[in-house]
């Protein structure tokens, strides 16, 4: 068989293999993504999604993001799959455990305040959550600054007599209740 392989003929046909490959593959589709070390398209063949495995062929995209995706339980080493991914995720709930036991308690809330705010799901969802945060947050920003509008003149005349006429009513209001309390002496007072 090695005698095969290093053969001229082996080599020739590999040759013309290799050649029909590269031929072919210019015309397949490729990954969709740009490359982070030049920003090029990148050149690696698209799988169904029209990303390569390098850049999300296998990760879920839309309502399954997040969500721990299970291996085929009809490949034949469908069980050892399991139970390595089932390690793994134990590995990884540990690790974060420790990792917030370790957390002072301003960390811990800020890494709560971002978890509830950076929460997972699909990116139209998430950009709608996005869009209410904001929203909230202008409408308590313009309740908690009071009006300023200019006062005219006579609005401010109007403003002064009406201050003018509470402090009367009060001081009337005042006296009637001194007078009541005289009355209410009784026959001893």
């Given at each position: 068989?090695n005698?095969?392989?290093?053969?001229?003929?082996?080599?020739?046909?590999?040759?013309?293999?290799?050649?029909?490959?590269?031929?072919?593959?210019?015309?397949?589709?490729?990954?969709?993504?740009?490359?982070?070390?030049?920003?090029?398209?990148?050149?690696?063949?698209?799988?169904?999604?029209?990303?390569?495995?390098?850049?999300?062929?296998?990760?879920?995209?839309?309502?399954?993001?997040?969500?721990?995706?299970?291996p085929?339980?009809?490949?034949?080493?469908?069980?050892?799959?399991?139970?390595?991914?089932?390690?793994?995720?134990?590995?990884?709930?540990?690790?974060?455990?420790?990792?917030?036991?370790?957390?002072?308690p301003?960390?811990?809330?800020?890494?709560?305040?971002?978890?509830?705010?950076?929460?997972?799901?699909?990116?139209?969802?998430?950009?709608?959550?996005?869009?209410?945060?904001?929203?909230?947050?202008e409408?308590?920003?313009?309740?908690?600054?009071?009006?300023?509008?200019?006062?005219s003149?006579?609005?401010?005349?109007?403003?002064?007599?009406?201050?003018?006429?509470?402090?009367?009513?009060?001081?009337?209001?005042?006296?009637?209740e001194?007078?009541?309390?005289?009355?209410?002496?009784?026959?001893?007072?």
């Open positions: 068989m005698t095969w392989r290093q053969s001229t003929q082996w080599r020739m046909i590999s040759r013309e293999a290799i050649k029909r490959w590269n031929a072919k593959r210019e015309t397949l589709p490729k990954c969709g993504a740009r490359r982070k070390r030049d920003g090029l398209p990148c050149s690696q063949l698209a799988k169904e999604n029209g990303r390569c495995h390098y850049h999300g062929g296998t990760t879920p995209k839309g309502d399954q993001w997040g969500l721990v995706q299970w085929n339980g009809k490949a034949p080493d469908a069980e050892a799959k399991l139970q390595a991914k089932l390690k793994r995720i134990e590995r990884i709930r540990k690790a974060k455990a420790k990792r917030l036991a370790a957390m002072s301003e960390e811990r809330q800020r890494y709560d305040q971002r978890a509830k705010t950076h929460a997972p799901g699909p990116a139209a969802e998430r950009a709608r959550r996005r869009d209410d945060r904001k929203r909230a947050a409408i308590r920003a313009s309740l908690e600054t009071p009006d300023e509008k200019p006062v003149a006579e609005l401010a005349e109007l403003q002064r007599q009406a201050a003018a006429l509470e402090e009367a009513r009060d001081h009337y209001r005042r006296l009637a001194q007078e009541q309390a005289k009355q209410d002496r009784g026959v001893f007072g």
